[in-house]
């Protein structure tokens, strides 16, 4: 994402919920996410964990930012592959889900969602007749126009 460091610090600071310049080390996921990361929760685990404290400062927090701002700049993201691996839930073939599906995907395979996760992205995607059109979904997950 490219942020400059004043601006990772000011997003950091307002997830410090105590006043002491430091967050939950639980926070770092939210936070990265809100920085434009989209780290695994096994990412996010994999490098939290040698912190010593529960509570991690700015400076502590800049080389986990950075680590994870490297991986996913790595990590090689295959759109196609989010088409694919819907497909197997279309299973009448028109190009969309229903939300209760989905929403049923999302909370229990994989890298599970909680509730309140998945219902945020189905609010977004979600039609009229509640269904999510797959095309749009894949492209609100990717953040591709």
Known sequence: MNHSMDYVQDCFLVFD?????????????DLVRALGLNPTN???????????AERMTFDEFVPVYQSLEKA???REFDV????????????????SLK?????DILTRLGERLSEGE?????SAVVDSDGRVAVDKLVKYVTNTN
């Open 17 to 29: 919920k105590v006043g002491d310049s430091r967050i939950d080390k639980r926070q770092v996921g």
């Open 42 to 52: 096994k990412d996010i685990d994999r490098v939290t964990r040698s912190a010593a």
């Open 72 to 74: 996913e700049g790595e």
């Open 80 to 95: 196609a592959s989010f088409y694919e691996g819907f497909k197997v839930f279309d299973t009448d073939n028109k190009g």
């Open 99 to 103: 939300e209760a599906e989905l929403k």
């Open 118 to 122: 998945a219902q945020a992205i189905l």
